[in-house]
């Protein structure tokens, strides 16, 4: 079972682990179903070892359009990660991320975790799907409205990572680029992880901000892209 000063370790031997997921997005907007096809890839690009964090690099490519929506270097815990996506210590009935995730289930060494979260009035439900390895081999997050109602449901589905294998190279799609409504963005995340509580709920706010961003830009550019096939 995979210990917080192993991934700490695992990440000093090998500075750019990374892992890459393929994701299925099903948005309820404006009475229209729309199904998204994506690619996150998170690298580690930098240990600072005198606090214990690292640096990774978020990048999300719309397959649908071959375009990159957004690039963001986000800093994070080495011993225990709140948003990259390794979980510590797999089969803990609690697990402390940006989200506190609780299991639901296990059967030998394959483990479910649950967790929620609000924004104003958005509710956000995630489905953790996690082995001895680490790495979620599948995340569910469900987006909720004010009233209820699915706004999105977004599937991810792990397609590498030389945290399970470190033979796996990143299989990265050539020639997208930005989109006219993205840019490279840096998060303002502090270094000091063990700060009060208010600035790492900040922190997870930001970070889930910048997610929802991804998905309305997302809209915006294939409602645009089907009005403009339609006429």
Do not use: W
Request: glycine share 4%.
């Amino acid at each position: 079972m995979p210990s917080p000063l192993l991934f700490l370790l695992i990440i000093a031997l090998f500075p750019h682990a990374f892992v890459e997921y393929s994701l299925h997005i099903q948005i309820n907007y404006n009475n229209q179903v729309y199904h998204l096809s994506e690619l996150l890839f998170e690298n580690v690009t930098r240990i600072y070892y005198n606090n214990a964090s690292f640096a990774y690099n978020l990048t999300v490519y719309v397959l649908n359009f071959s375009q990159i929506l957004t690039s963001s270097t986000i800093l994070d815990n080495a011993s225990l990660p709140k948003t990259f996506f390794y979980i510590s210590n797999p089969g803990e009935p609690v697990i402390e991320r940006g989200v506190i995730l609780s299991l639901l289930s296990s059967n030998d060494s394959n483990y479910i975790y649950y967790g929620r979260t609000f924004i104003g009035y958005i509710e956000l439900e995630y489905f953790y799907y996690v082995n001895s390895t680490g790495v979620p081999y599948k995340i569910v997050i469900l987006q909720i409205g004010e009233s209820g109602q699915l706004v999105s449901n977004t599937t991810y589905t792990l397609v590498s990572s030389n945290l399970v294998n470190p033979n796996e190279q990143p299989t990265l799609p050539d020639g997208f680029k930005f989109t006219n409504d993205s840019k490279i963005v840096n998060l303002p995340i502090s270094l000091d992880l063990n700060s009060a509580l208010d600035q790492t709920v900040g922190k997870y706010i930001s970070f889930v901000t910048l997610l929802l961003i991804f998905v309305l830009l997302t809209v915006k550019i294939y409602a645009s892209r089907k009005k403009t096939s339609s006429n």
